[in-house]
């Protein structure tokens, strides 16, 4: 038997599957976007997604717990219970009141970066809580809105996991402890380029570099700028440039990336929408259609391919930078699950 569910602006539930422990194996395969946080003025309450797919397969096995990793930072994560998706589902069953996971064959390919500001640590815990709640009895799982809820406590927050979960443009915020997120459409002309860099930036590095407080006049202005961007992303799409004007993190923390802060601020002189994506380093263009995007990928290039350009190097060291024209997918994560 092989039945797949997609995604319709909340989160997958996928086929029920048997209670751990009993019956043959079953196979759960997820699908997550990659996201941008911030974006620009929309310091951690904006998200959008980005049509960068990791992928995630959970199969039930005998015993023990395998793993089979490919793609972008597969040396470098654990292969035991503290693999971040590994944890992730157990948050889910933990939420359930389910116990222990089950024996599972873990295998993911990735494709997101690692530590770019692209989202990669919440697409792995979108991955795993969907993953765990696709394993639970049909009368154990977990809701839209626990699922977002799992996922936020995990993450820290629901910048990153809720354009995951969701797709499209998302606005997040908290109240009283409990974490809302709201879809929004992006515009189909809307179409992202990203310059990823060859090096990291831990997100707490940058944010460790915010001030405690700005000035009054600092946060009316992002506050505008925020909000005309939801305009712009959803139905004015020539308004980007004006829209991603930021004050309130980016130049806090350029002095962490200067070579993306360099490559932002040419790449606005020339007329595109650039900022930081996410913490960083990655630049994201927000592109009004094909023919901006291309040429935003060939500012790109022409920025980034001059020696003595400041966005060349890092701490005397040359930067090799790779561009991606995506899209904004209009779904968030997909869930398959398939039972023999």
């Given at each position: 038997m092989?039945?797949?569910?997609h995604s319709t602006g909340r989160p997958a539930t996928p086929v029920p599957a048997e209670p751990h422990g009993a019956g043959s194996p079953t196979t759960v395969r997820v699908t997550v976007?990659?996201?941008t946080g911030n974006v620009g003025p929309g310091f951690?309450?904006?998200?959008?997604?980005?049509?960068?797919?990791?992928?995630?397969?959970?199969?039930?096995i005998e015993r023990g717990l395998e793993f089979e990793l490919s793609g972008e930072g597969a040396h470098d994560v654990p292969r035991t219970a503290e693999h971040l998706?590994?944890?992730?589902?157990?948050?889910?069953?933990?939420?359930?009141?389910?116990?222990?996971?089950?024996?599972?064959?873990?295998?993911?390919?990735?494709?997101?970066?690692?530590?770019r500001g692209m989202g990669s640590s919440a697409s792995a815990v979108v991955a795993g809580v969907l993953a765990g709640n696709a394993l639970l009895p049909e009368d154990a799982r977990l809701g839209a809105d626990e699922v977002l809820?799992?996922?936020s406590r995990l993450e820290g927050?629901?910048?990153?996991?809720?354009?995951?979960?969701?797709?499209?443009?998302t606005i997040s915020w908290e109240e009283n402890g409990h974490f809302h997120s709201v879809p929004v459409r992006a515009h189909p002309d809307v179409v992202p380029?990203?310059?990823?860099?060859?090096?990291?930036?831990?997100?707490?590095?940058?944010?460790?570099?915010?001030?405690?407080s700005v000035a009054h006049h600092t946060a009316a202005v992002n506050a505008g700028r925020a909000a005309l961007l939801v305009a712009a992303l959803g139905e004015r799409p020539e308004l980007l440039l004006p829209a991603t004007f930021d004050l309130?993190?980016?130049?806090?923390?350029?002095?962490?990336?200067?070579?993306?802060?360099?490559?932002?601020?040419?790449?606005?002189?020339?007329?595109?929408?650039?900022?930081?994506?996410?913490?960083?380093p990655t630049v994201l263009v927000l592109a009004h259609g094909e023919d901006a995007a291309r040429a935003a990928t060939e500012a790109i290039a022409e920025i980034t391919g001059d020696p003595a350009a400041s966005a060349a190097s890092h701490r005397g060291a040359p930067v090799t930078w790779r561009s991606l024209v995506l899209r904004v997918p209009t779904e968030g994560a997909r869930v398959e699950t398939s039972t023999q």
């Open positions: 092989h039945q797949t569910h976007p990659a996201s951690d309450s904006l998200g959008l997604a980005l049509d960068h797919c990791d992928s995630l397969q959970v199969t039930r998706v590994v944890r992730a589902m157990q948050a889910a069953f933990d939420a359930a009141g389910a116990g222990a996971l089950p024996p599972l064959r873990i295998t993911a390919h990735n494709v997101i970066p690692h530590g809820q799992v996922c927050h629901p910048d990153n996991v809720a354009p995951t979960l969701l797709g499209g443009l380029v990203v310059a990823v860099p060859d090096f990291e930036v831990a997100t707490s590095v940058a944010r460790g570099l915010l001030p405690d309130l993190h980016q130049p806090y923390r350029a002095q962490a990336m200067a070579p993306s802060h360099d490559l932002v601020t040419r790449l606005r002189e020339r007329g595109h929408a650039a900022l930081i994506s996410g913490a960083g």
